[in-house]
């Protein structure tokens, strides 16, 4: 893995520290290749649960993939965090408060 993904990752799963405790499940909303979920589950001792508009995993993150309509294919409840990590932005404006709602 090239440094500025590493690097990355490292700063991001930094910023999560005192927030997760071993045994959480965690959605990784916009996982992308799963470096950061992949970090977090092995630093933290977490669940980690990868999901995305394609697969793009390169780690062993569970992945599942995300509709068309971008809902989260997950029940209310699923999971003791859910992170958005760098991936907003990606969202239609129009969409971001309603990933936001559901997310929470």
């Known amino acids: 893995m090239n440094f500025t993904i590493t690097y990355r990752a490292r700063r991001i799963y930094e ?3 005192g927030w997760l405790e071993p045994g959480q ?3 990784d909303v916009g996982c992308g290749n799963g470096v950061v979920g992949a970090m977090l589950a ?3 001792k977490c669940r980690v649960t990868g999901t995305d508009i394609l697969d793009y995993v390169k780690t062993g ?3 599942v993939q995300l509709t068309d309509g971008g809902d989260l294919p997950f029940e209310s409840g699923s999971f003791d965090t859910v992170m958005l990590n760098d991936m ?3 969202v239609p404006r129009d969409g971001q ?5 559901e997310a929470l």
Not at 97 to 101: A, I, K, S, W
């Open 15 to 17: 910023a999560y520290e």
């Open 88 to 90: 907003l932005h990606h």
């Open 97 to 101: 408060e309603r990933l936001l709602r």
């Open 42 to 44: 092995d630093r933290f």
């Open 25 to 27: 499940t965690v959605l």
């Open 61 to 63: 993150l569970s992945f």
